[in-house]
């Protein structure tokens, strides 16, 4: 049987706030558990050799959140590219960000 694998896959992140929320956690650690999630399906579609793989993780809403949790999203997220950086680049991935 022919494993059929698409080219391209998009995620919208939506629900990490609900997620720890329901658990009585701060929200920042369901967006810690959201960028777990992240690394591994950049992972996976690396292993299964997807193209591309699109993610929708901060919407212009999300601006209208307490300060301290942008701030907190916005480390998440460079920590997150500092440590994938090199591993990317290894395997000649590429990094495109786009939105304001």
């Known amino acids: 049987m022919t494993k059929?694998?698409?080219r391209h896959i998009a995620i919208?992140?939506?629900g990490n706030g609900r997620w720890a929320k329901q658990r009585g956690l701060?929200?920042?650690k369901g967006h810690e558990k959201g960028a777990d999630a992240?690394?591994?399906c950049v992972e996976?579609?690396?292993e299964l050799?997807?193209?591309y793989l699109t993610l929708y993780a901060f919407s212009a809403e999300n601006w209208q959140r307490p300060k301290s949790e942008v701030f907190a999203l916005m480390r998440l997220l460079e920590k997150f590219l500092k440590d994938k950086?090199?591993?990317w680049l290894k395997k000649m991935?590429?990094?495109r960000q786009s939105g304001g």
């Open 93 to 95: 991935c590429a990094s």
């Open 85 to 87: 950086r090199q591993s």
């Open 38 to 40: 992240v690394r591994e």
């Open 44 to 46: 996976g579609c690396g």
């Open 4 to 6: 059929i694998i698409p």
């Open 49 to 51: 050799k997807v193209e």
């Open 12 to 14: 919208i992140m939506d």
């Open 26 to 28: 701060p929200r920042i």
